[in-house]
């Protein structure tokens, strides 16, 4: 394996900067459509980026929502990045669609969802993934898979239908300050926009690769 040698020259699209709309999360949109319409393995995965105690960190999660002022997705708040957010803490969600050479990366906060939001995206999921969320009690220590499988199967025969949404577990929206759009040319001389919220709306400028 050479990890040196290894590159890909990519040069299906570029980024014409008069097609692009005024609302980054709108373009955004248009961009996921891309990739959903392309058939990309999880076009709704998103890396996102925390801080901990002064420490990154970084984990995979899928955006399960689309609000006018950002992008939601759901966990435990009592996790690692539940705590570390709060309502409000500072985050950052990358998208890559390696199929399409792009990406996509938000920079902002995460404000907590409503209940009654959370309530209705935990209504719509698979009952074994809502009996999951009761079952994990995320990003803390287990003895073993096994113990994990029987608190699982104590919470299936402890709920019927429907299953409730336990308090600890809920959405976060995504609001964000800055959105840059990534798209790879020829020669490593790609294209980079950059969206920056100001007083006025957004203000948009291009980036050196």
Known sequence: MDLARMRLDYSEHGI????????????????LQNAV????????????????DGQPRT????????????????TNYT???GRALGDGGPISATFVWLGLERQVTLVG??????????????????????????ASEQSSEIPSRTALEHRFAEFSSRFGHPVPRPPHWGGFRI????????????????DRILYRRDDDGWTRTRLAP
């Open 109 to 134: 906060r995460a404000a907590r969802v409503s209940a009654e939001e959370s309530d209705a995206y935990f209504a719509v999921r698979p009952r074994d993934s809502q009996i999951g969320a009761w």
């Open 16 to 31: 014409d900067e008069a097609a692009l709309v005024d609302d980054p999360l709108d373009q955004w949109r248009l961009w």
């Open 175 to 190: 609001i964000p300050d800055e959105v840059e759009f990534w798209q790879g040319r020829k020669n490593r001389l790609h």
């Open 37 to 52: 319409d392309a058939q990309l393995d999880e076009p709704n995965a998103m890396v996102i980026a925390t801080v901990e």
């Open 79 to 81: 996790s690692r990045k």
């Open 59 to 74: 984990r995979t999660v899928l955006a399960k929502g689309i609000a006018p002022e950002g992008v939601d997705f759901y």
